[in-house]
T-cell receptor
């Protein structure tokens, strides 16, 4: 597996503001992923982040709302921009260490937007 | 539309019995199959991966894959109250980097 940390672990934000979530891995990985999990729901993939290239967004998610950075092989950030209460969710990063698509998840960031 | 289907539950199983969790998937080109366990308030934890037809055992867990029927299952033997969680089935499509998650089955082990 991998040791993955996320910051912040939780936050309460005001409508219209932005929050940047950090994901740090203990070793170099090629693929990093960002998910959203709304209360009582399964995981929804937001985007795939490869180092050195633009993130690939899933249908329904756009770069202006969820800009992603991937400056190196151990770190990525997801920004939730111009937040509304509908963005209240748990945001999770995961990594693929190149072993048959197994993904390992960080502890998540619980976001509440008032 | 690539889909992964699970019964949402809750599935209630007496302590010590076998819990059987099922998952079907729609895309025949699927090549990798995963079971994740998620406790309330925690992130998903990978517990089993299976890539070829048949059974794969790891401790009290057995994953079963039948590609012809597009079906993957997870058996938990000697169920314990600590097994109470949501179990997510996930599938990787050949040639794709991402995995697709089912909605999960809530399992409740009755003491």
């Amino acid at each position: 597996s991998a040791v993955i940390s996320q910051k912040p672990s939780r936050d309460i934000c005001q409508r219209g503001t932005s929050l940047t979530i950090q994901c740090q891995v203990d070793s170099q990985v090629t693929m990093m992923f960002w998910y959203r999990q709304q209360p009582g729901q399964s995981l929804t993939l937001i985007a795939t982040a490869n180092q050195g290239s633009e993130a690939t967004y899933e249908s329904g998610f756009v770069i202006d709302k969820f800009p992603i950075s991937r400056p190196n092989l151990t770190f990525s950030t997801l920004t939730v921009s111009n937040m509304s209460p509908e963005d209240s969710s748990i945001y999770l990063c995961s990594v693929d260490r190149g072993r048959s698509n197994e993904q390992f998840f960080g502890p998540g960031t619980r976001l509440t937007v008032l | 539309q690539k889909e992964v289907e699970q019964n949402s539950g809750p599935l209630s199983v007496p302590e010590g019995a076998i819990a059987s969790l099922n998952c079907t998937y729609s895309d025949r080109v699927s090549q990798s199959f995963f079971w994740y366990r998620q406790y309330s308030g925690k992130s998903p934890e990978l517990i089993m991966s299976i890539y070829s037809n048949g059974d794969k055992e790891d401790g009290r867990f057995t994953a079963q894959l039948n590609k012809a029927s597009q079906y993957v299952s997870l058996l938990i033997r000697d169920s314990q109250p600590s097994d109470s969680a949501t179990y997510l089935c996930a599938v990787n499509i050949k040639g794709d980097d991402k995995i697709i998650f089912g909605k999960g089955t809530r399992l409740h082990i009755l003491p």
